[in-house]
């Protein structure tokens, strides 16, 4: 059973264009959560989703962020118009349906540069 | 395999006793990190230690690390039923990956 799988692992774009992430979740995972961290921070939570649902979206910043999970194909995190702040590590983590809270298989995250 | 190992798997307490985690780690680290999570919620984040402090406090919590064991300790004071969630140590490791344990559920009984 292969891991939490991210792509692409290092996405370098220039300010203003759109950065696309991929997280596609463990086999028979339903639950996603994007996460964010800057160098030497802990990780910040974004967004959890499951399959066509956004459940809480409370960390994700009100503009140029959006995230789905649609019923077919990974998680995608999409960020607009992209500014040097939004140069981080992003992490995705899945967990399986019954379990959301307990268990997060985190993936090895993409890292954006924006210059 | 997950690095991060917490123990124990499993606490219950009563309110306003102290809280005892410890996690245990195989590789170097360039930091250790505790996360909180509620039931169906996102991971927050606690606070973080890097690889040269031995102890760190931030309110209510005290986290301890020792490098030559490999080991940190979470420490919840005076605890109250909020405080009630899964906790979870995760490395961040010199090769830049980061890994979680499996975390600890802990019970705060009223």
């Known amino acids: 059973n292969a891991g939490v799988m991210q792509n692409p692992r290092h996405l370098v774009r220039r300010r203003g264009q759109e950065a696309r992430l991929r997280c596609s979740p463990m086999k028979g995972h339903s639950h996603v959560y994007w996460y964010r961290q800057l160098p030497e921070e802990g990780l910040k939570f974004m967004v959890y989703l499951q399959k066509e649902n956004i459940i809480d979206e409370s960390g994700m910043p009100k503009e140029r962020f959006s995230a789905e999970f649609p019923k077919e194909g990974p998680s995608i995190l999409r960020i607009q118009q992209v500014v040097r702040g939004d140069s981080a590590a992003y992490f995705c983590a899945s967990s399986p349906p019954g379990l959301a809270g307990y268990e997060q298989y985190f993936g090895p995250g993409t890292r954006l540069t924006v210059t | 395999s997950q690095q991060g190992e917490e123990d124990p798997q499993a606490l219950s307490i009563q309110e306003g006793e102290n809280a005892t985690m410890n996690c245990s780690y195989k590789?170097?680290?360039?930091?250790l990190q505790w996360y909180r999570q509620n039931s169906g919620r996102g991971l927050v984040h606690l606070i973080l230690i890097r690889s040269n402090e031995r102890e760190k406090h931030s309110g209510r919590l005290r986290v301890t690390l020792d490098t030559s064991k490999k080991s940190s300790s979470l420490l919840i004071t005076a605890s109250r039923a909020a405080d009630t969630a899964s906790y979870f140590c995760?490395?961040?490791?010199?090769?830049?990956?980061?890994?979680f344990g499996k975390g600890t559920r802990l019970h705060i009984l009223p």
């Open positions: 995760a490395t961040d490791n010199r090769d830049d990956k980061i890994i």
């Open positions: 590789t170097s680290i360039n930091n």
